[in-house]
Each structure stands twice: as structure tokens, then as C-alpha cells.
């Protein structure tokens, strides 16, 4: 079992940055992919960003805006989050897939953590 605890969201002006971070257990973190999603209200939960040993994955809304990190050390990953917009309000989740392959349906997830993005 794998627990995943988001913090870091809040209310960010438009152009502003805001760092989520995602905690980790389990002692085999390194090897684990990880990434983010984000859900709107009204929305379906949308892919962010991901990233496993060897390749990191954007998607295009973010491209240039948003950077993931990770620290295995801390068993911690990272969403920098720069020149945000009004669009990026959502949930988002910490995702984690056990065999470092990105694919579809993550292995586990945190319980979300807000962000709004409003003047």
C-alpha cells in the first residue's frame, strides 16, 4: 500500500507560481513513476504531467508553465507551477504507478489538494 499526501494549493493571482508538493510512503520510491492530474469542476480529470526514470511527459496546456521534480531522498515530487491562469482551477492528485511505466490508470492516488487561480 502506498499513501500519497498532497499539500501546497491555495489561491494564486493570474501570472503567479504556486509548488505543490506530494509525500510518498512505501521504500521503494525511487523506482516508482509519479506524476499529476487536475480535475475542474464540471470537468473530467485531465492528465498534467508525469514522470518516470528515464522520460518526463507534459501535456501541451502546460508546456513551458509547470515543472515536475522529485527529491527520493524526501520521497517527495514536486509541481512548479509558473505564469498560472484562470483555466488551471482544479483539483489536483498525485499519482503514483508502482513499475515506473506511465500509462493510463496510476496505481495510486492522493486525495487531491485545490487550486485557484483567480484576481
Known amino acids: 500500500q502506498v499513501q500519497l499526501v498532497e499539500s501546497g494549493g491555495g489561491l494564486a493571482q493570474p501570472g503567479g507560481s504556486l509548488r505543490l508538493s506530494c509525500a510518498a510512503s512505501g521504500r521503494t520510491f525511487s523506482s516508482y513513476a509519479m506524476g499529476w492530474f487536475r480535475q475542474a469542476p464540471g470537468k473530467e480529470r485531465e492528465f498534467v504531467v508525469a514522470?518516470?526514470?528515464?522520460?518526463?511527459y507534459y501535456a501541451d496546456f502546460v508546456k513551458g508553465r509547470f515543472t515536475i521534480s522529485r527529491d527520493n531522498a524526501k520521497n517527495t515530487v514536486y509541481l512548479q507551477m509558473n505564469s498560472l491562469k484562470p483555466e488551471d482551477t482544479a483539483v489536483y492528485y498525485c499519482?503514483?504507478?508502482?513499475?515506473?511505466?506511465?500509462?493510463?490508470?496510476?496505481?495510486?492516488w492522493g486525495q487531491g489538494t485545490q487550486v485557484t487561480v483567480s484576481s
Open positions: 499519482a503514483a504507478w508502482l513499475s515506473g511505466v506511465v500509462h493510463t490508470n496510476a496505481d495510486y
Open positions: 514522470r518516470s526514470i528515464s522520460t518526463t
